[in-house]
């Protein structure tokens, strides 16, 4: 579940960003929908609580992200919000596996390594695992970034422009993998796209038009 009232923010130098209110159920499909730099990306940051708002208040779970401390909001965040980024952060220095094992020390946990293997076999790259990212092709890249987003079985999935540079028959497997993977966690699924395509795909999710978010005058 996902609430937010009255959310701005304002990066330094810069005016401030309003952005209409959303409540979004638990399990459901919330869209982030207009151009690049139209603020999508800040929407998501503020949501995951990568960023503080200036005014107004989301909520995920019921919990308010902007009251916790960076230290809680840190350990939460890894606990519960599987972001799956436009740039997949892949650490080149790491295998797969290792890269998925760094979601546990971020929550503060021990390593899972059977957890990791399970991760990696639900999407299908379990005979992945010991690859460095530079051995992977773009799609399975992905699938490692979905299956560290997933890892700990999160309340919310976070995907940043996840389409943006897919064919269409890879576009449409993106799209059934992170719809089905949600659907089995019961997770809010939330994507920012300028994609076409997505809106097509999923007719009946929530939209938030961001081509409508205004700077706030004084």
């Not at 999407?123 to 773009?138: F, H, T, V, Y």
Request: aromatic residues 4%.
């Amino acid at each position: 579940m996902i609430d937010s009232r009255g959310l701005q923010f304002a990066y330094p130098h810069s005016e401030p960003l309003r952005f209409a209110d959303v409540s979004v159920a638990q399990g459901g499909t919330l869209l982030l929908r207009g151009p690049s730099g139209s603020g999508k990306s800040t929407w998501l940051a503020l949501a995951s609580g990568l960023l503080t708002p200036t005014a107004g208040e989301v909520e995920v779970g019921g919990q308010s992200v902007g009251g916790l401390s960076a230290a809680a909001r840190d350990a939460w965040r890894a606990r519960h919000i599987g972001f799956l980024p436009q740039k997949l952060h892949l650490s080149d220095a790491l295998s797969v596996a290792d890269n998925l094992g760094l979601v546990f020390f971020a929550a503060g946990l021990p390593v899972d390594k059977a957890a990791v293997a399970g991760a990696l076999r639900v999407l299908n790259i379990e005979s992945l695992a010991a690859r460095k990212p530079a051995q992977l092709s773009g799609g399975q890249a992905q699938r490692a970034a979905l299956a560290r987003a997933l890892l700990l079985r999160p309340s919310v999935i976070l995907a940043d422009e996840p389409t943006a540079s897919l064919d269409d028959g890879a576009c449409e497997a993106s799209l059934d993998l992170l719809r089905n993977s949600a659907s089995k966690l019961n997770a809010t699924l939330v994507i920012a796209t300028h994609d076409a395509r997505v809106m097509q795909a999923l007719p009946n999710a929530n939209v938030l038009a961001f081509d409508t978010a205004v700077p706030v005058t004084a």
